[in-house]
């Protein structure tokens, strides 16, 4: 059977490699429901018809259909669902994950709201595994919610239970493994760059969230040439000569004593389209005893206009070009044994045209922004963390692009107008949202 889909409600691209295969209901073979029957104790008549499943006759008082499984939940995080047709479903659906007893009572759910007399695929959070399963999915059902009228229904043309992408960061974005999560024991995809008197290392018993942050253990009191992490991703500009773009890194730390003052700024190389490159450093932070959060906003370089006695090629630089961007982050001061940790960089570029993106307007309907339209900030709301984002203005140039784990965008500098967000979570998921900036 040959199928057109409308994706209204989505648009997504999985990222990286799926750790398990996707389990794929199809539904094409003549009278076969692949597995699929009604839910007990209802009087739901489940069938196989043209290419879909069908589930009708009486799906009153929360009438559908559902199916055995074997799966362990960790290896699966989405249901993909493409509902062909359907009636009289005002209240929506519902996705079940079951216990051992297969009663929808005690089954965990998500909610499916369904636009009436269309065709729609709709991306569906798989409902969290009762406790009791140990971890294995035993069985997926859908079922309407509520008590529609007298010959409703619903027909699945296909199910897809999504295998978990592999935990990675997108390849586009600033800094790879910005959390320092992907890793055991390694400084895992960050160098080492600097003075030797400070060992750099990850630590799995201090982090600010996660399990993993990066440690850095002095030997002495550092005044100079301070050791420093490079992310070792090499971030393409795209011939980027641009006075008004920024960079914005916010990171978390803390330090075991600050006794002597332990000094943190984030660091960033640029390759110069004339050779050499242009290293920025921005002010230093002091670290703290307790976890506490830090952020400096600096231009990509040094700008003229910025300069008390501005002398181009020496103390500012509005002439070069870059073509590649690399972010890090130094330590100095401190003493002998004294451990700084840090954790949850974000990196943030601002600029009139980051590159070109394709656009389109439609939303993904399982996200939202607030607040829309907005002045200084818009917050993503999603059930997964937010680890890369950029905007794009109406003429597809990206002006932001972030990556690192929030769900937050400053937005302040950009112009008024519309903007497509274009984001993706921790599971590789790629979603997008439109919003207005004021």
Not at 152 to 162: H, L, P
Not at 332 to 354: M, Q
């Amino acid at each position: 059977m040959k199928h057109f889909y409308t994706f209204t409600f989505l648009l997504f691209t999985l990222m990286g490699l799926n750790a398990q295969d996707d389990v794929v209901f199809d539904f094409n073979t003549t009278g076969d429901t692949e597995g699929w029957t009604n839910i007990p104790s209802n009087t739901t008549v489940v069938s196989q018809l043209d290419g879909q499943l069908h589930v009708g006759s009486d799906i009153s008082n929360y009438g559908g259909t559902y199916t055995t499984l074997d799966l362990v939940s960790d290896d699966y995080a989405f249901v993909e669902i493409t509902v062909s047709s359907f009636t009289g479903l005002t209240n929506g659906l519902q996705l079940l994950n079951f216990d051992s007893t297969f009663s929808p009572g005690t089954a965990s759910k998500t909610n499916i709201t369904v636009a009436d007399g269309s065709t729609e695929t709709y991306l569906v959070a798989i409902p969290a595994t009762p406790s009791a399963n140990n971890g294995v999915i035993l069985g997926l059902g859908i079922r309407v919610k509520g008590n529609p009228d007298p010959g409703a229904y619903f027909s699945i043309d296909n199910f897809t239970i999504v295998g978990a992408v592999e935990s990675t960061y997108d390849e586009s974005g600033i800094t790879k493994n910005p959390s320092f999560e992907d890793i055991t024991g390694s400084l895992g995809n960050w160098v080492e760059a600097g003075g030797s008197n400070i060992t750099r290392g990850i630590s799995t018993t201090e982090f600010s969230e996660g399990v993993q942050s990066a440690e850095f253990t002095f030997q002495e009191n550092v005044t100079s040439n301070p050791p420093m992490l490079y992310s070792n991703n090499i971030y393409t500009l795209t011939d980027l000569n641009d006075n008004t773009a920024e960079i914005t890194m916010t990171w978390d730390m803390k330090a075991t004593d600050v006794t002597t003052n332990v000094q943190v700024s984030p660091r960033w190389r640029m390759t110069k389209s004339s050779g050499g490159e242009r290293v920025t450093y921005p002010s230093l932070s002091n670290a703290t005893t307790e976890w506490a959060s830090y952020s400096t906003t600096k231009p990509l370089s040094n700008t003229c206009a910025g300069a008390t006695e501005p002398e181009e090629g020496v103390n500012c630089f509005d002439t070069e070009i870059y073509t590649d961007l690399e972010v890090g982050i130094a330590a100095k001061g401190g003493s002998a044994g004294v451990v700084l940790y840090i954790d949850n960089i974000v990196t943030t570029i601002t600029a009139s045209s980051l590159g070109i993106e394709e656009i389109n307007l439609q939303d993904t309907a399982s996200i939202s922004l607030f607040p829309n339209p907005a002045n200084d900030f818009v917050t993503v709301k999603s059930s997964s963390k937010i680890v890369s984002m950029k905007a794009v203005n109406m003429l597809g140039q990206i002006v932001i692009i972030q990556t690192g784990n929030s769900n937050n965008l400053n937005i302040s500098t950009l112009s008024p107008g519309l903007y497509v967000l274009k984001l993706v979570d921790s599971k590789g998921l790629k979603t997008q949202k439109q919003f207005i900036k004021n």
